[in-house]
């Protein structure tokens, strides 16, 4: 089996984009396909991933629209849906497309538009969000994703004391880490009082607690070392990829707290990069709510089960604290553009692997994980790359 | 057991309009699920046999809603409630009145919008 690595990475500013999707990638996937020196006719196949174009813009089958944009028209092209974790999976296929010499060069991209840009506002966008949960059985009860983590994380208080100050530190934490980062959508600071003063959304989330609607698109170029050797991109490691499920409804899930999708789908990549969580260096993951950062620290081995919010509070998480968790400013502060989210966390961990992170470069960085969730946990992919030996 | 006598979305429904919480159990594993299944979630087995569960239960976890989605108006709780049976069913139910975790409620009314979901209080 071949090795993969990511030779180019590009996105957009997150925020308000009123443009095409088309035209929204295509600024995205040619600052990847220039950072790679990837021409189109060297780009052997295109994954797209978009969670809901079909409902928020009346727009399908995507991926070869967007590929014929930007010239690619013509090399097989693949769109993926797996919620908020589309375009993980359309990079771990990617991953796995390279390393059995199916292609050489693949063009990874996700975008996504969820502000009102799309015509529409906050209810009709919260129920198209719910269409992630299960239609019979827990729609109808009136659940929204912030409700979905808001049952999970009530447990998590509930067995492990973590309380709402804990919540709101790690909002205080990203909104710091997103004013360091000039494509995040929210670029000022944050208190606990204010975190603590917003409306609630769903308990125990308040409105500063939840990411946003974000418009955003992202792309990544991967490569095997066939493909890599043609591109003059600097090649970061692609050392593991896990990829696990876990059951829907929610209610079936064995256990509230543990996310098992993500203890899964991490002790698949730990595996295969040859590595355990004490060897990262920096990490992207999901916290679409604070609780959920909670829920993924602990499912990704950083802390202990049940220490998520004490460690969060005592800084272990920040940027200069023991295991820096989203540098970027995560969902929460640099947006959520939901396709686009997976893709963008892979260039964020590029840019801190090459030493390009600028004010929040987390100092010698040389192994970095992202976590990247979808639904209520019933998927989780999570990806580890390396500086490249 | 038959395609026929499987546990079907339409016959949970309807059961819950009479007031009955229709679940499955595992032939193989007493894994025990409160909403349809073609196959068992925990082993794949799908010899499952269609059961009556309690119609009484414990708050699992909870959270009150204040953006709802359209069709719904904010300001509700959704819960997920423990039936407390061997095999370890829940089912995800609107929750009326101020019960927290661990305390005990029971199935006192349908919700129908666009479904048919329990709401325990």
Redesign the interface.
């Known amino acids: 089996m071949e090795g993969a690595s990511v030779v180019g990475v590009g996105m957009t500013d997150f925020g308000v984009h009123d443009q095409p999707l088309p035209e929204l990638f295509a600024d995205a996937a040619f600052e990847a396909m220039d950072d790679a020196g990837a021409d189109a006719d060297v780009i052997d196949a295109f994954y797209l991933g978009n969670a809901m174009g079909g409902q928020t813009e009346s727009d399908t089958h995507l991926a070869p629209t967007l590929a014929s944009h930007i010239g690619l028209a013509g090399i097989p092209c693949s769109r993926f849906e797996d919620a908020c974790a589309t375009s993980s999976n359309a990079f771990k296929h990617a991953v796995e497309a390279v390393r059995a010499g199916t292609h050489d060069v693949v063009l990874v991209g996700g975008v996504e538009r969820c502000t009102p840009s799309t015509g529409l506002e906050?209810?009709?966008m919260?129920?198209i969000f719910?269409s992630a949960s299960?239609?019979?059985?827990?729609?109808?009860?009136?659940?929204?994703f912030?409700?979905v983590f808001?049952?999970?994380t009530?447990?998590h208080m509930?067995e492990h004391g973590t309380t709402e100050e804990h919540l709101a530190e790690i909002a205080v934490k990203n909104h710091a880490n997103g004013t360091l980062n000039s494509r995040a959508q929210f670029g000022k600071e944050t208190t606990v009082e204010a975190v603590l003063d917003s409306?609630?959304?769903?308990?125990?989330f308040r409105l500063l607690d939840c990411c946003p609607f974000s418009d955003g698109a992202s792309a990544v170029v991967v490569a095997n070392a066939a493909g890599a050797s043609t591109l003059t991109g600097d090649p970061v490691t692609v050392a593991g990829v896990g990829h696990a499920t876990d059951?829907i409804?929610?209610?079936?899930k064995?256990d509230?707290t543990a996310t098992q999708s993500a203890r899964d789908a991490a002790s698949q990549a730990y595996e295969q990069a040859g590595i355990g969580p004490a060897d990262v260096d920096v990490v992207e993951l999901h916290d679409c709510f604070t609780g959920a950062e909670v829920l993924a620290i602990e499912a990704l081995g950083l802390v202990e089960d049940g220490e998520g919010g004490p460690a969060s509070a005592r800084g272990e998480t920040a940027l200069d604290g023991r295991i820096p968790v989203n540098p970027s400013g995560g969902l929460k502060a640099k947006g959520h553009p939901i396709g686009a989210t997976g893709a963008a966390q892979i260039v964020e961990l590029v840019e801190h692997l090459r030493g390009e992170a600028g004010e929040r470069q987390v100092e010698d960085a040389s192994t970095g994980l992202a976590h990247n969730l979808g639904g209520d946990a019933g998927t989780t992919i999570v990806s580890i790359l390396e500086v490249a030996r | 057991m038959t395609v026929d006598e499987r546990l079907t979305h339409a016959r949970w429904t309807e059961a819950l309009r009479d007031g009955r919480l229709l679940g499955q159990r595992c032939s193989e594993c007493d894994t025990v699920t409160a909403t349809p299944e073609a196959a068992c979630p925990a082993c794949g087995a799908r010899g499952l046999e269609t059961i009556d569960l309690p119609t009484s239960g414990i708050v699992h976890t909870a959270t009150t809603i204040e953006v709802s989605p359209t069709e719904f108006d904010a300001g509700y709780r959704v819960a997920v409630i423990d039936l407390e049976t061997d095999g370890g069913a829940r089912v995800t139910a609107r929750l009326e009145g101020e019960a927290s975790i661990g305390d005990r409620v029971e199935l006192t009314d349908v919700l129908e919008v666009r479904e048919t979901v329990p709401v325990f209080s």
Do not use: F, M
Request: a negative charge; charged letters at 15%.
């Open positions: 906050t209810p009709e919260t129920a719910a299960h239609r019979q059985y827990e729609q109808p009860t009136g659940l929204t912030p409700g808001g049952l999970l009530t447990r509930h409306p609630v959304v769903a308990s125990p059951v409804p929610l209610a079936e064995a509230l």
